[in-house]
């Protein structure tokens, strides 16, 4: 993927942010969570051209600011690295909150109708607008995005992308069967579909592809293999599909692939396990599968709103990061089935989940499997998910008294992890003041 030209010679006027500064710069599943967390309490960070240029205490860097240096202050907040959202349909935007069904039913009935209306280019760009403006509002950064199965859909959001100069990576849905017609595609016609797309768009600016193959309820064992070659074509790019979220869509898998060993298996027969592949849900995920999923690097996204709400199970966060073969996890919001935008909502339910499992998940691994965690699983930390200098500078300021309760209970959070927790639990796109994106406020 294109990043600015770090060993030019820097152009662009210098922008400081000063306030509370909050990132990590380790795991915390890993290691201890109070080493993990840096918290600068009056901090600056310094962005020009697109990346942080530097970092550190107020105190320090400023005497050293660069001249022509314009700094904003904000002295009530709190300034994170842009959250990153692993799992989203943007062309679900409109059917978010559909009542009654489960997923296999859900998809029928909410799902497939409205991805068939992107077959419209101009319907496409103007969800694109509406879903980038919503991952805006709520602080995101970056996202890893399903489009529907026509490339109109993927050029419309990477065209409103590109001119938000956004880190945003997304593909062309394939899937072959178990769909309606206007969804259905071919083995062949989505490699060549996928093929073209990737050529014209990854890379460009801050966009990457992912090959995108539903799930393999909706793809052929022709057109899973035919992804799996176009992968091992380009290593470069992601994939990115769905597993083991609903009981009764794990079952029918295994009706459809008896000679395989499981759900994840058949994505590793097809070839697409690896660094850079990404797997929503995981709910149901059985330990040779964790196991599986350590060794290659693959990555999982965690969407607990969308499992709530589907009534899919509550994903085991603990037993994935576990400290023996631990797997990358990133979150998700899963839009139309999860049902906020907000990465800090999710934080919220991911701590629910937990709950329902018996664990209890601190604001300091929420925020990192929101930030750092997701970049991880994104293959992008050498880019994204820390306020570190070197990297692109996608900043979110959050307003801890966004509302007469947030402003009530967070006057007496007596630590920073209280205070994410407390955000975490009551925050929404009401908290998130101003988003930065590439060093420029959106
Ligand atoms: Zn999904």
Same mark, same amino acid.
């Given at each position: 993927?294109?990043?600015?030209?770090?060993? &030019?010679?820097?152009?662009?006027?210098?922008?400081?942010?000063?306030?509370?500064?909050?990132?990590?710069?380790?795991?915390?599943?890993?290691?201890?969570?109070?080493?993990?967390?840096?918290?600068?309490?009056?901090?600056? /960070?310094?962005?020009?051209?697109?990346?942080?240029?530097?970092?550190?205490?107020?105190?320090?860097?400023?005497?050293?600011?660069?001249?022509?240096?314009?700094?904003?202050?904000?002295?009530?907040?709190?300034?994170?690295?842009?959250?990153?959202?692993?799992?989203?349909?943007?062309?679900?935007?409109?059917?978010?909150?559909?009542?009654?069904?489960?997923?296999?039913?859900?998809?029928?009935?909410?799902?497939?109708?409205?991805?068939?209306?992107?077959?419209?280019?101009?319907?496409?760009?103007?969800?694109?607008?509406?879903?980038?403006?919503?991952?805006?509002?709520?602080?995101?950064?970056? &996202?890893?995005?399903?489009?529907?199965?026509?490339?109109?859909?993927?050029?419309?959001?990477?065209?409103?992308?590109?001119?938000? +100069?956004?880190?945003?990576?997304?593909?062309?849905?394939?899937?072959?069967?178990?769909?309606? +017609?206007?969804?259905?595609?071919?083995?062949?016609?989505?490699?060549?579909?996928?093929?073209?797309?990737?050529?014209?768009?990854?890379?460009?600016?801050?966009?990457?592809?992912?090959?995108?193959?539903?799930?393999?309820?909706?793809s052929t064992p022709e057109q899973l293999a035919l992804a799996g070659a176009l992968w091992s074509e380009r290593p470069d790019v992601h994939v990115h599909s769905h597993i083991s979220e609903n009981l009764e869509e794990i079952a029918w898998?295994?009706?459809?692939?008896?000679?395989?060993?499981?759900?994840?298996?058949?994505?590793?027969?097809?070839?697409?396990?690896?660094?850079?592949?990404?797997?929503?849900?995981?709910?149901?995920?059985?330990?040779?599968?964790?196991?599986?999923?350590?060794?290659?690097?693959?990555?999982?996204?965690?969407?607990?709103?969308?499992?709530?709400?589907?009534?899919?199970?509550?994903?085991?966060?603990? +037993?994935?990061?576990?400290?023996?073969?631990?797997?990358?996890?990133?979150?998700?919001?899963?839009?139309?089935?999860?049902?906020?935008?907000?990465?800090?909502?999710?934080?919220?339910?991911?701590?629910?989940?937990?709950?329902?499992?018996?664990?209890?998940?601190?604001?300091?691994?929420?925020?990192?499997?929101?930030?750092?965690?997701?970049?991880?699983?994104?293959?992008?930390?050498?880019?994204?998910?820390?306020?570190?200098?070197?990297?692109? &500078?996608?900043? /979110?300021?959050?307003?801890?008294?966004?509302?007469?309760?947030?402003?009530?209970?967070?006057?007496?959070?007596?630590?920073?992890?209280?205070?994410?927790?407390?955000?975490?639990?009551?925050?929404? +796109?009401?908290?998130?003041?101003?988003?930065?994106?590439?060093?420029?406020?959106?």
């Amino acid at each position: 993927m294109a990043v600015p030209d770090r060993s &030019a010679p820097p152009k662009g006027p210098p922008r400081v942010l000063r306030g509370a500064l909050v990132w990590l710069r380790a795991d915390p599943f890993l290691t201890d969570p109070a080493e993990a967390l840096v918290h600068v309490p009056d901090g600056a /960070v310094v962005c020009r051209d697109g990346l942080i240029e530097a970092v550190g205490d107020w105190a320090d860097l400023k005497g050293r600011l660069p001249d022509g240096a314009a700094v904003t202050h904000y002295p009530d907040a709190l300034i994170t690295p842009g959250f990153i959202d692993c799992h989203v349909h943007y062309v679900q935007t409109e059917m978010i909150a559909a009542f009654g069904s489960q997923l296999l039913d859900w998809l029928e009935r909410h799902a497939f109708p409205a991805e068939q209306a992107f077959a419209d280019p101009a319907h496409a760009a103007m969800v694109a607008k509406v879903f980038c403006d919503e991952l805006v509002r709520n602080g995101t950064t970056t &996202a890893l995005v399903f489009c529907s199965s026509h490339p109109q859909s993927v050029e419309a959001l990477f065209a409103e992308a590109l001119s938000r +100069d956004m880190r945003l990576i997304a593909g062309k849905t394939m899937m072959d069967r178990n769909a309606p +017609d206007g969804l259905r595609d071919t083995a062949q016609g989505s490699y060549d579909d996928s093929k073209a797309l990737l050529e014209r768009w990854h890379g460009r600016g801050r966009l990457g592809y992912a090959i995108t193959p539903r799930f393999a309820g909706s793809s052929t064992p022709e057109q899973l293999a035919l992804a799996g070659a176009l992968w091992s074509e380009r290593p470069d790019v992601h994939v990115h599909s769905h597993i083991s979220e609903n009981l009764e869509e794990i079952a029918w898998i295994k009706n459809l692939y008896p000679e395989r060993s499981g759900y994840l298996d058949v994505y590793d027969h097809a070839g697409l396990v690896g660094p850079r592949a990404l797997f929503a849900h995981g709910v149901h995920l059985s330990e040779g599968e964790f196991c599986r999923c350590h060794e290659t690097g693959a990555a999982l996204a965690h969407c607990p709103t969308s499992n709530m709400f589907l009534g899919s199970g509550q994903f085991r966060v603990f +037993d994935a990061k576990r400290s023996d073969r631990p797997v990358h996890v990133g979150l998700g919001t899963d839009i139309g089935a999860g049902t906020s935008f907000s990465i800090l909502a999710t934080m919220g339910e991911a701590y629910k989940a937990a709950q329902l499992n018996k664990t209890s998940l601190d604001a300091v691994k929420a925020l990192y499997l929101a930030t750092l965690g997701g970049a991880r699983a994104l293959g992008l930390e050498d880019r994204i998910g820390a306020i570190k200098a070197g990297n692109e &500078a996608d900043l /979110v300021v959050l307003d801890p008294k966004a509302t007469p309760l947030l402003k009530f209970r967070t006057e007496r959070a007596r630590s920073i992890e209280e205070l994410l927790f407390v955000l975490m639990t009551l925050g929404d +796109d009401r908290v998130v003041r101003e988003t930065w994106i590439a060093g420029a406020k959106a």
